[in-house]
């Protein structure tokens, strides 16, 4: 159980370009997901908190209007990364919680985004 | 100071040998605690969490959380070369621990050697 999926694995786009990743929840309701961000040899950095329905709750320094979170239904949250740069390029994974009071939180697989 | 501390390793452990990974907290007040493990370009995996004080045991992995000095720890028995990978800390620092998003330590990169 707790499985969560995200699409697609890996992504190459030109600078300039918008990238939507999802993230889905396969076998159980996910009232909150998260998104982080993980460049090579570091650690995960929180970009946003994400819950059914609401706007996204977005950690200092992140830009509200450049990574673009929508979590539509119970089970699917996206993240559009908008006018992307290579800065942008980096490792983003989402992870869904389960939404009791354990707050365990199951991660995607990640998305691997390159911006050329 | 940070919120979830971490030793970043790397620490070697010969095969078989017990690994002894620690974390400490500075809110006294959390409730929930997890060790994830990451392997090299992959993302986490939950494989332990804990929520009172003492031991929990599953399988080959054993998860001490004492609170009253603020310290968690994750024992892996009988290591493996397959063991290698980076273990993240993390902790819910919130009374209200429903959903509420957790505090990941930066790491203990591990490595078995055989």
């Known amino acids: 159980g707790a499985v969560v999926s995200q699409h697609p694995s890996r992504v190459i786009c030109k600078s300039g370009t918008s990238v939507k990743i999802e993230c889905r929840s396969l076998?159980?309701?996910?009232?909150?997901m998260f998104w982080y961000r993980q460049f090579p040899k570091q650690s995960l950095m929180l970009m946003a908190t994400?819950?059914?329905?609401?706007?996204?709750?977005?950690e200092q320094g992140v830009e509200k209007d450049k990574f673009l979170i929508n979590h539509a239904s119970l089970t699917l949250s996206t993240l559009t990364v908008t006018s992307a740069h290579p800065e942008d390029s980096s490792f983003y994974i989402c992870?869904?919680?389960?939404?009791?009071?354990?707050?365990?939180?199951?991660f995607g697989p990640g998305t691997r985004l390159t911006v050329t | 100071q940070k919120e979830v501390e971490q030793n970043s390793g790397p620490l070697s452990v010969p095969e078989g040998a017990i690994a002894s990974l620690n974390c400490t907290y500075s809110?006294?007040?959390?409730?929930?605690f997890f060790w994830y493990r990451q392997y090299s370009g992959k993302s986490p995996e939950l494989i332990m969490s804990?929520?009172?004080?003492g031991d929990k045991e599953d399988g080959r992995f054993t998860a001490q959380l004492n609170k009253a000095s603020q310290y968690v720890s994750l024992l892996i028995r009988d290591s493996q070369p397959s063991d290698s990978a980076t273990y993240l800390c993390?902790?819910?620092?919130?009374?209200?621990?429903?959903?509420?998003?957790?505090?990941f330590g930066s790491g203990t990169r591990l490595s078995i050697r055989p």
């Open positions: 992870s869904a919680a389960v939404g009791d009071s354990r707050s365990e939180q199951y």
């Open positions: 076998d159980f309701q996910a009232t909150t």
């Open positions: 994400s819950n059914e329905g609401s706007k996204a709750t977005y």
């Open positions: 809110d006294r007040g959390s409730q929930s």
């Open positions: 804990i929520y009172s004080n």
């Open positions: 993390a902790v819910n620092p919130f009374r209200d621990s429903s959903a509420s998003k957790i505090i």
